[in-house]
């Protein structure tokens, strides 16, 4: 069975860097859109950034163009976000996701069948 298990979120003054993983498994024998999205309080889901494991340019939210990066260890059967530079607004949840097939135009909840737990990132002024 598909298992995302998110670490590496804390507590960290503004610009300051965290390092998230997502240990994946189940996913090693098709192609998937892999994503981490963030959630504050009282707000919807937001998507940051994404992936096609088949190849392609990641992805990224406006907000964190220039800030964040993703990346996969195949190896390791684990993806990443580095976000560097982090302001108080970046605190939230952040999840893992993935969604069969290729990263659709629009960067949707919906679009993805498979959730981590979340980390916790928490950026003070």
């Known amino acids: 069975a598909q298992q995302l298990v998110e670490s590496g979120g804390g507590s960290v003054q503004a610009g300051g860097s965290l390092r998230l993983s997502c240990a994946n498994s189940?996913?090693?024998?098709?192609?998937?859109?892999m994503a981490w999205f963030r959630q504050a309080p009282g707000k919807g889901r937001e998507g940051v950034a994404r992936?096609?494991?088949?190849?392609?340019?990641?992805d990224y939210a406006d907000s964190v163009k220039g800030r964040f990066t993703i990346s996969r260890d195949n190896a390791k059967n684990t993806l990443y976000l580095q976000m560097n530079t982090l302001k108080p607004e970046d605190s939230a949840m952040y999840y893992c996701?993935?969604?069969?097939?290729?990263?659709?135009?629009?960067?949707?909840?919906?679009?993805?069948?498979?959730w981590g737990q979340g980390t916790q990132v928490t950026v003070s002024s």
């Open positions: 996701a993935a969604g069969l097939g290729y990263c659709y135009p629009n960067f949707l909840e919906t679009d993805f069948g498979y």
């Open positions: 189940g996913f090693a024998y098709r192609s998937y859109c």
């Open positions: 992936i096609y494991t088949g190849g392609g340019v990641p």
